[in-house]
């Protein structure tokens, strides 16, 4: 396995872990949640960091969503859970009740 970048070193911004996201995936770190929001599998390459980053964004952005369209937060959580593990690619983990399993 190949790591991920170097420019994964030390604190990223939004953009760098959106960038290393489909590398941390790809080598099994990170993977998608039901509740919307990406899991870290295993430890390493800066996984915590990118899936921190990214689920703050989510975050915001399924709290806007929620807002416009008067729903509760967790509905809009639980529907893009459902979705991104929908278009997850084989290979790749996702949880299925509380387990990460391999997508196939």
């Known amino acids: 396995m190949s790591s991920l970048?170097?420019?994964a070193q030390g604190q990223m911004s939004l953009q760098e872990a959106m960038s290393?996201?489909?590398a941390?995936?790809?080598q099994g770190f990170l993977g998608e949640r039901q509740n919307g929001y990406l899991g870290v599998v295993q430890t390493g390459e800066n996984a915590e960091q990118i899936a921190d980053l990214i689920n703050?964004?989510?975050?915001a952005e399924y709290t806007r969503i929620a807002e416009q369209n008067n729903?509760?937060?967790?509905?809009?959580e639980a529907m893009a859970g459902k979705r991104?593990?929908?278009r997850t690619s084989a290979?790749?983990?996702i949880?299925?009740?509380?387990?990460?399993?391999?997508k196939r």
């Open 5 to 7: 970048s170097a420019s």
């Open 20 to 22: 290393e996201l489909g």
């Open 24 to 26: 941390a995936k790809e």
């Open 56 to 59: 703050d964004a989510r975050r």
């Open 71 to 76: 729903i509760a937060v967790s509905d809009v």
């Open 84 to 86: 991104a593990i929908e």
């Open 91 to 93: 290979g790749h983990y």
């Open 95 to 102: 949880e299925v009740d509380g387990d990460w399993v391999v």
